[in-house]
């Protein structure tokens, strides 16, 4: 069937099978290569992406459900340079290999969206459900709450 | 990996449709809302439908509304919609901490009540939940609506009272009368990703009756009305509640599996039930831990 989907602005009419996965539909038919593919079954958030503007795990979406819906990626939240909170982390030298960075930039993104002032723990919160396998995850929180000063003024 | 299986996907807009739809289909039918679950099913082969109902665009299934003592949980409220009710808040906050609990922020923002109890896999956190508030599943079907008590509800892993060409349209739970005090305690080795290892729910009441139910410990979630019937009455000192955790072994019967040993499910059953048990009645006293601190 054909879905109807907006992809960072841009709109995209796609025919798709009901089987098809968002993620793999985002990856291979956009083009959009930032969601990433990992567990895929809700558990490393490495996949993603905002849906509406709320954070959704792209592998738990058939294409179809998306169909009339709002996608961002990290492609499209950067666009007109790194945000504050991307600059904080890469400042602050928060990744290592960076397989978890888009979807924890757009987790922290969306906390500081609602929350400009979060304390340590709902930083954890927000990015609770995406696992980075190298960093400990302190420097990632560090640089979050970081970001968190200058967020509103700077983004 | 893709999804290997094929199916039809359809997306009602109404009830009726969504009724209709189901009654002419052949073959195996799978409901759809959030789809934290069914999508993995479907990836690992788990379940292979031959047609997929999506109901999210269906009218009337969104709302948390209050009718008196009753709260009810339209089948497409998520549990961040639960997080972020005031009406949950100040009515039934542990429906809260539990919600709170479940999953990741992500997983929240889809993942929906009425889909957890009809996945009904025995560490859905909403289970205990529902069963110590007295809840009833709302039911539509080709003959029209029932109500089905949350006791009846749950048959097996992954089994449910839900017949063919049925659809779940919400929850309601009654707020039990006076002042009351509840706890969800939840055991996991890690938040954001993991399912309950064990969990308990207590609800502390006036006049010292109490309802108590396990999940994660048994085929399904299970209350313990034994256990309630050695706390109702009496005044919840440490012996009283060393009494009832003697008989959590009779209440539950845990399995062994990667996430937790019987053995470790069934005495964390104990801690938690002595947790929760003093988490409950001291916030029904008006003190204790805020709703959503975590008892482990």
Request: hydrophobic share 40%; charged share 25%.
């Amino acid at each position: 069937m054909d879905i109807s989907i907006s992809v960072n602005g841009e709109p995209w009419v796609l025919s798709v099978e009901p089987n098809d996965v968002l993620l793999d539909v985002l990856r291979s038919r956009v083009g959009v290569k930032s969601p990433k593919i990992g567990c895929e079954r809700g558990d490393c958030g490495t996949c993603t992406i905002l849906l509406d503007g709320r954070t959704v795990r792209s592998c738990l979406v058939l294409a179809v459900e998306a169909d009339r819906h709002e996608i961002t990626t990290v492609e499209g939240i950067g666009r007109d340079g790194l945000t504050a909170l991307q600059r904080s982390l890469w400042e602050l030298n928060a990744f290592q290999c960076g397989f978890c960075a888009p979807g924890i930039v757009l987790a922290a993104a969306e906390l500081l969206e609602e929350n400009p002032h979060p304390s340590r723990e709902e930083v954890q919160e927000a990015i609770g459900g995406n696992l980075c396998r190298c960093t400990g995850y302190e420097p990632i929180i560090e640089a979050v709450l970081a970001a968190a000063a200058s967020w509103k003024e700077d983004r | 990996m893709t999804i290997a299986q094929e199916f039809e996907y359809r997306r009602p807009e109404t009830l009726e449709e969504a009724l209709e739809m189901l009654a002419a289909a052949e073959g195996d039918v799978r409901l759809l809302a959030g789809g934290t679950d069914l999508v993995p099913w479907l990836r690992d082969g788990m379940i292979a439908p031959d047609l997929v109902v999506d109901i999210k665009g269906v009218e009337g299934l969104g709302e948390i509304a209050e009718d008196g003592e009753t709260v009810s949980f339209g089948a497409l409220v998520t549990f961040d919609d639960v997080l972020r009710s005031r009406l949950v808040a100040d009515r039934l906050p542990m429906v809260r901490e539990m919600a709170g609990r479940v999953g990741s922020v992500g997983i929240r923002h889809r993942a929906t009540v009425v889909g957890n109890i009809c996945s009904a896999v025995p560490s859905c956190d909403a289970g205990p939940v529902l069963l110590v508030y007295g809840a009833s599943v709302h039911v539509a079907g080709p003959d029209g609506s029932r109500e089905v008590p949350i006791d009846d509800w749950f048959l097996g892993p992954k089994r449910t009272a839900l017949g063919p060409g049925e659809i779940v349209t919400g929850v309601s739970l009654r707020v039990p009368a006076g002042r009351h005090g509840g706890a969800y305690v939840r055991l996991s080795r890690y938040a954001g990703e993991d399912l309950a290892q064990a969990s308990v729910a207590v609800t502390a009441m006036e006049e010292d009756r109490y309802r108590v139910a396990f999940g994660a410990v048994a085929p399904t979630p299970v209350r313990a009305a034994h256990l309630e019937a050695c706390l109702n009455g009496r005044p919840p000192t440490a012996d009283r509640a060393d009494r009832a955790a003697d008989l959590v072994a009779d209440t539950i019967s845990p399995i062994t599996d990667m996430r937790a040993s019987k053995e470790y499910r069934l005495r964390m059953s104990r801690v938690m039930l002595k947790r929760g048990l003093a988490a409950a009645v001291a916030r029904r006293d008006g003190g204790g831990p805020a709703y959503g601190t975590s008892l482990m």
